[in-house]
């Protein structure tokens, strides 16, 4: 009796400290590259993002992700009250969108079928942190779309780019690639920081104006148009 109580508390001891070990407070910076781009999409590749930055404690985090000369992307996830808000910055005007999780991820595909995660055993050290190799598949009627992250286990998930697949995923990915038009794009977080990260961080500005997604389509169909004068 004594023997197993003497386990017991030894189990409950060390899983409480590989609880402590995981990364619940700090920021990915994160590289973004795009290879085998086609001939017909060279003159824009200028226009996508070349580098994001996540910041996360417990269940909020914030991606913030430049597109180009237009401005900058920032999506504020809040897990608690299942609330994102996405946040647009284009040509100088501050638009802020509000959605609930399932709402964003079914903006993806909503008739995307999700088979089971492979995993492979390559794993990898990324930015200090031991990876492992997850093959996501993904089908979008006829076609099976096929992409490779590194998670790891040693940082709470975040679903950065509200992915459905990702909600499989039990860590941070740190790598991540995806065959899209017959291009490569590549995600590889370069420094993973433990710091401490401020609540406002996960609010809405005051100088983002709020729309719904309707009237928000209408204000950058406009914006799109003027800068095309």
């Given at each position: 009796?004594?023997?197993?109580?003497?386990?017991?508390?030894?189990?409950?001891?060390?899983?409480?400290?590989?609880?402590q070990?995981?990364?619940?407070?700090?920021?990915?910076?994160?590289?973004?590259?795009?290879?085998?781009?086609?001939?017909?999409?060279?003159?824009?590749?200028?226009q996508?993002?070349?580098?994001?930055?996540?910041?996360?404690?417990?269940?909020?985090?914030r991606?913030?992700?430049?597109?180009?000369?237009f401005?900058?992307?920032?999506?504020?996830?809040?897990?608690?009250?299942?609330?994102?808000?996405?946040?647009?910055?284009?040509?100088?005007?501050?638009?802020?969108?509000?959605?609930?999780?399932?709402?964003?991820t079914?903006?993806?595909?909503?008739?995307?079928?999700?088979?089971?995660?492979?995993?492979?055993?390559?794993?990898?050290?990324?930015a200090?942190?031991?990876?492992?190799?997850?093959?996501?598949?993904?089908?979008?009627?006829?076609?099976?779309?096929?992409?490779?992250?590194?998670?790891?286990?040693?940082?709470?998930?975040?679903?950065?780019?509200?992915?459905?697949?990702?909600?499989?995923?039990?860590?941070?990915?740190?790598?991540?690639?995806?065959?899209?038009?017959?291009?490569?794009?590549?995600?590889?977080?370069?420094?993973?920081?433990?710091?401490?990260?401020?609540?406002?961080?996960?609010?809405?500005?005051?100088?983002?104006?709020?729309?719904?997604e309707?009237?928000l389509?209408?204000?950058?169909?406009?914006?799109?148009?003027?800068?095309?004068?």
């Open positions: 009796m004594v023997r197993c109580f003497l386990l017991l508390v030894l189990s409950h001891y060390f899983m409480g400290l590989q609880a070990n995981v990364l619940k407070e700090g920021k990915v910076l994160f590289d973004i590259n795009y290879e085998n781009v086609p001939v017909q999409y060279q003159s824009k590749v200028e996508l993002a070349k580098d994001a930055v996540i910041y996360f404690k417990g269940n909020k985090s991606t913030e992700m430049g597109i180009g000369i401005g900058k992307n920032t999506t504020i996830v809040d897990k608690d009250s299942n609330t994102v808000y996405v946040l647009l910055t284009v040509f100088g005007n501050r638009f802020a969108l509000k959605k609930t999780t399932q709402e964003l079914q903006l993806k595909n909503p008739n995307q079928l999700l088979l089971k995660p492979v995993l492979l055993p390559d794993d990898r050290v990324i200090g942190f031991k990876c492992k190799h997850l093959v996501l598949k993904t089908v979008m009627q006829s076609d099976t779309l096929e992409s490779h992250c590194w998670y790891s286990p040693e940082i709470i998930p975040i679903n950065f780019n509200n992915d459905p697949s990702f909600e499989q995923i039990e860590g941070m990915v740190l790598e991540f690639y995806i065959q899209a038009d017959q291009m490569k794009i590549h995600l590889k977080a370069k420094e993973v920081a433990s710091v401490p990260i401020e609540s406002t961080q996960f609010k809405v500005p005051i100088n983002y104006q709020m729309l719904d309707v009237e389509n209408k204000r950058m169909e406009a914006i799109m148009n003027k800068s095309r004068d």
